[in-house]
């Protein structure tokens, strides 16, 4: 079996649910703007980012994040039914410029 290269394009699919786990902490903040950009541009407006409940780092990093980009109208930590406090239910703005 062929090495894994870390430094490959890895494809996403695009189903309006994020999950973090497979990914190192530096990479989040740029997947998840790009994640977030391609599923405004399909229409997907709601997007469920799974970030695992552990020690709360990695959804304070992701909610830090939802709060500085233009494009999220809003966010919330997911409920009993979305993964809990181990998941964000991100809301976004339409994209406009389709």
Not at 61 to 88: C, H, I, K, N, Y
């Amino acid at each position: 079996m062929p090495a894994d290269d870390s430094d490959e394009p890895v494809a996403i699919p695009i189903t309006g649910e994020l999950d973090l786990h497979t990914f190192r902490p530096a990479e989040v903040a740029a997947l998840l703007d790009d994640y977030l950009a391609e599923c405004r541009r399909r229409g997907i407006l709601r997007v469920r980012v799974i970030h695992g409940k552990g020690t709360g780092t990695l959804r304070t990093t992701v909610q830090a994040r939802l709060r500085q980009m233009p494009s999220v109208a809003g966010f919330a930590t997911g409920d009993e039914t979305s993964g809990g406090w181990g998941a964000t239910i991100v809301t976004l703005k339409p994209d406009n410029s389709c």
